[in-house]
């Protein structure tokens, strides 16, 4: 499929959704850069999947730009590149929002419980059967 095909495929698909939901421009993109955002970060618990999100959501308002200037390139009605940054901006604010607080988001990882040997080395404070054991040693 042409590139021009693909955008004008696209710019058809957001003219339906526009319409069929009720919703402006501005907030369907918000909806999709937090639901892609969310989706790629229950996808991605490991390491780095807070970047991983939002990097991918920064590359589907990039591409969905792209797509809306070939269709209006088209179409020879090119917005002002204020608009396009608009909706990059748009889709990805609340997802970089999420991005530079998730670490604090985040559960602190669990200590491992300490091995039996430990436990018989270190001196127990809080437990009676560990404070007689001390009390019958000699």
Not at 103 to 122: E, F, G, H, N, V
């Amino acid at each position: 499929m042409a590139l021009i095909q693909l955008a004008s495929l696209f710019e058809e698909q957001k003219r339906w959704l526009v319409t069929d939901s009720g919703l402006s421009k501005d907030a369907l993109h918000i909806y999709f850069g937090m639901t892609l955002f969310i989706l790629v970060r229950l996808l991605w618990r490991w390491r780095g999947g807070w970047v991983i999100a939002w990097l991918a959501v920064v590359a589907m308002a990039c591409g969905g730009e792209y797509l809306d200037i070939a269709a209006e390139a088209n179409r020879a009605a090119i917005q002002p590149d204020a608009a396009h940054w608009h909706d990059i901006w748009n889709t990805a604010f609340w997802p970089t929002l999420l991005m530079l607080v998730g670490r604090w988001l985040q559960p602190a990882p669990k200590a491992p419980p300490p091995s039996p040997a430990a436990t018989d080395a270190m001196p127990a404070t809080s437990s009676g059967e560990n404070a007689e054991r001390r009390l019958e040693q000699p």
